[in-house]
């Protein structure tokens, strides 16, 4: 159902790889409440995906960039203001990739190098994206910019791995870049902290199906889907949250506030053996 939320506001989003993307939902759902947009990603995501079946479902245009980049950024914000005939109205930028965890790296044993790819491409470039819109003036008043987090930038999650750090950072930078943006353009920039999510990027945690389940058993209402994900984006970048920003916004069913739930216990109960070798060390 659409309540036109988003009727006359143009954006930018980031990420859009498959149907599994949550990038994908929140632009079906921008569009089905009214919104016109640019899709972008990088251009050897934009050979393997299916992003332009996205962008003639929803009658756009897809721009090549590497958002850790920043002429590739001046470019993409630049030429979006001049598709859509004007500045924005929002951004979501759904970008996270680790080299380390796809090479099976323990996060005691990082490769440095690695590291800072990790970093670049899932949260600085979040504060490069900022910083050229900003520098552009491609922001209308009351705009609204989301990222998307998850609870390991605040708890130890095994497997997780140097993903923790670029998302902590990532929020940081939602704040930082926050106070300042919102006081010269009241522009509202936020994080949304998703339930694990199984797309393409989530597929590539450890054990992932096992985070999920505990997730689900958790939870009291259960993980929070991609398309219930996209909902809340459209939301956060409708009128109707005008007065919301710098904040890390948990979408997850009730995950970040429990301890312990019945059935999670339960669970646990099941496969915990009845004698455990003191020596040995638990990862």
């Not at 954006?11 to 859009?16: C, E, K, L, Q, T």
């Not at 079906?28 to 640019?38: I, K, L, M, Q, V």
């Not at 705009?143 to 791995?161: E, I, K, P, W």
Request: hydrophobic fraction near 40%; glycine fraction near 6%.
């Amino acid at each position: 159902m659409s309540y036109n939320l988003l009727k006359g506001k143009r954006g930018i989003i980031f990420g859009a790889l498959n149907e599994h993307s949550i990038a994908w939902k929140v632009a079906e759902r921008a569009y089905e409440e009214g919104a016109t947009f640019t899709l972008t990603n990088v251009p050897v995501a934009l050979r393997m995906g299916e992003t332009q079946k996205l962008a003639e479902k929803c009658n756009t245009e897809v721009i090549a960039a590497d958002a850790a980049n920043v002429e590739d950024l001046e470019m993409l914000i630049s030429r979006s203001v001049e598709v859509l005939g004007g500045k924005l109205d929002f951004i979501l930028h759904s970008i996270g990739m680790s080299p380390n965890v796809r090479k099976g790296k323990h996060y005691s044993e990082l490769d440095y190098d690695l590291l800072e790819k990790t970093l670049d491409v899932s949260a600085i470039s979040f504060h490069k994206v900022l910083q050229v819109a900003r520098k552009q003036d491609a922001l209308n008043q009351w705009a609204s910019v989301l990222a998307l987090s998850y609870v390991a930038a605040q708890r130890t999650f095994y497997g997780y791995n140097d993903m923790a750090d670029a998302k902590a950072l990532l929020e940081s930078i939602a704040r930082s870049f926050g106070y300042i943006y919102g006081r010269e353009r009241n522009v509202r920039i936020n994080t949304i902290s998703q339930s694990p999510t199984p797309t393409t990027a989530g597929n590539g945690i450890k054990m992932f199906d096992n985070l999920l389940d505990f997730s689900e058993r958790m939870s009291p209402l259960g993980n929070a889907s991609a398309d219930e994900c996209a909902d809340y984006c459209i939301v956060m970048f409708s009128d109707l949250t005008r007065k919301v920003t710098m904040q890390n916004l948990f979408h997850d069913g009730g995950f970040s506030s429990m301890g312990m739930s019945l059935r999670a216990m339960e669970q646990y109960k099941k496969g915990c053996p009845e004698e455990e070798d003191p020596n040995h060390i638990y990862d």
